[in-house]
């Protein structure tokens, strides 16, 4: 099995880097309405980045249906940490439709670079292939402009429960606010658990909805900024420090599902190397194990 670190180590590590090195600050469009479109957490960040906007949001499945069917999209905000994948079929056929395209990437090299108008570069660590951390939380930060070294000291202080490993499943509530980072957390228990540890993810009203009809024993509820008297008999409450925007809640999301990673079997290590391999075939494109 290859040695990697778990994902809470990775919130700290990106952490740390933005506190030594300047986050740009994001250009934001002038587009009227674009269309903002990644793969995975690409685009889940997307939404967090462009929430204020009139834009069109998209993934790699639905970005041409939007394009034929939205004729007042006038420009394109992609969206891709390594700027490959599927990143390079997309900038085409954005570059067909003579649409101006604006790249945010953590890679000067994106593959993708050669088909669009301008590029967004990020500062980024060498990272276990899928953990994103320091990709998509440098992007969220350089929006909010929230304190890495406030949110680092306020995860430090969480008190982690001993007892994660007792569970294999997770209910995930997060304030109705914060509603667009539940894909992130998803994304990340996909890649980490697959089908061994599950997930669900809900605002606190959405919780209220016929989502705790059948209930596990096995079930940990994980409420942030919000006092959980209401579901599941097994709580955990992680409260928001003052002035959390999305960055905050990102690494501290992130921060709790390492915990998890590192309290059951290491399945994401001991299956990453083959399903790199696979990958590449599959894009066409090298993909390493480690990412940076």
Same mark, same amino acid.
């Given at each position: 099995?290859?040695?990697?670190?778990?994902?809470?180590?990775?919130?700290?590590?990106?952490?740390?880097?933005?506190?030594?090195?300047?986050?740009?600050?994001?250009?934001?469009?002038?587009?009227?309405?674009?269309?903002?479109?990644?793969?995975?957490?690409?685009?889940?960040?997307?939404?967090?980045?462009?929430?204020?906007?009139?834009?069109?949001?998209?993934?790699?499945?639905?970005?041409?249906?939007?394009?034929?069917?939205?004729?007042?999209?006038?420009?394109?905000?992609?969206?891709?940490?390594?700027?490959?994948?599927?990143?390079?079929?997309?900038?085409?056929?954005?570059?067909?439709?003579?649409?101006?395209?604006?790249?945010?990437?953590?890679?000067?090299?994106?593959?993708?670079?050669?088909?669009?108008?301008?590029?967004?570069?990020?500062?980024?660590?060498?990272?276990?292939?899928?953990?994103?951390?320091?990709?998509?939380?440098?992007?969220?930060?350089? #929006? /909010?402009?929230?304190?890495?070294?406030?949110? !680092?000291?306020?995860?430090?202080?969480? %008190?982690?429960? &001993?007892?994660? =490993? *007792?569970?294999?499943?997770?209910?995930?509530?997060?304030?109705?606010?914060?509603?667009?980072?539940?894909?992130?957390?998803?994304?990340?228990?996909?890649?980490?658990?697959?089908?061994?540890?599950?997930?669900?993810?809900?605002?606190?009203?959405?919780?209220?909805?016929? #989502? /705790?009809?059948?209930?596990?024993?096995?079930? !940990?509820?994980?409420?942030?900024?919000? %006092?959980?008297? &209401?579901?599941? =008999? *097994?709580?955990?409450?992680?409260?928001?420090?003052?002035?959390?925007?999305?960055?905050?809640?990102?690494?501290?999301?992130?921060?709790?599902?390492?915990?998890?990673?590192?309290?059951?079997?290491?399945?994401?290590?001991?299956?990453?190397?083959?399903?790199?391999?696979?990958?590449?075939?599959?894009?066409?494109?090298?993909?390493?194990?480690?990412?940076?």
């Amino acid at each position: 099995m290859i040695k990697l670190i778990n994902l809470d180590q990775g919130v700290l590590n990106a952490l740390q880097l933005f506190q030594e090195q300047k986050l740009p600050s994001l250009k934001l469009p002038t587009f009227k309405r674009p269309l903002v479109v990644g793969s995975g957490n690409a685009a889940a960040a997307g939404k967090i980045l462009f929430q204020d906007i009139d834009a069109v949001f998209a993934d790699e499945s639905n970005y041409v249906q939007k394009l034929k069917a939205i004729k007042s999209i006038d420009g394109a905000i992609l969206i891709s940490a390594s700027g490959g994948k599927h990143a390079p079929i997309i900038a085409k056929e954005l570059q067909r439709r003579k649409k101006k395209i604006i790249l945010l990437t953590t890679n000067v090299n994106a593959p993708t670079r050669e088909y669009v108008d301008e590029m967004n570069v990020f500062p980024k660590l060498p990272e276990p292939y899928t953990y994103n951390t320091s990709t998509y939380l440098g992007m969220i930060l350089s #929006k /909010t402009k929230e304190n890495p070294q406030y949110i !680092l000291k306020n995860l430090q202080k969480i %008190k982690i429960p &001993l007892t994660l =490993k *007792h569970y294999d499943s997770f209910f995930i509530i997060v304030p109705p606010e914060f509603d667009l980072i539940r894909e992130m957390f998803l994304t990340k228990f996909d890649e980490l658990f697959g089908s061994k540890v599950s997930a669900r993810v809900f605002t606190a009203e959405q919780a209220k909805h016929a #989502k /705790t009809i059948v209930l596990s024993e096995k079930e !940990l509820f994980i409420s942030f900024g919000w %006092k959980n008297d &209401l579901f599941g =008999k *097994h709580r955990w409450d992680v409260p928001l420090p003052i002035g959390t925007g999305y960055g905050m809640l990102m690494a501290l999301g992130y921060y709790v599902i390492g915990k998890i990673q590192k309290q059951h079997p290491p399945y994401f290590k001991e299956n990453i190397e083959r399903y790199c391999k696979e990958a590449s075939k599959v894009f066409g494109e090298g993909i390493g194990v480690v990412v940076g």
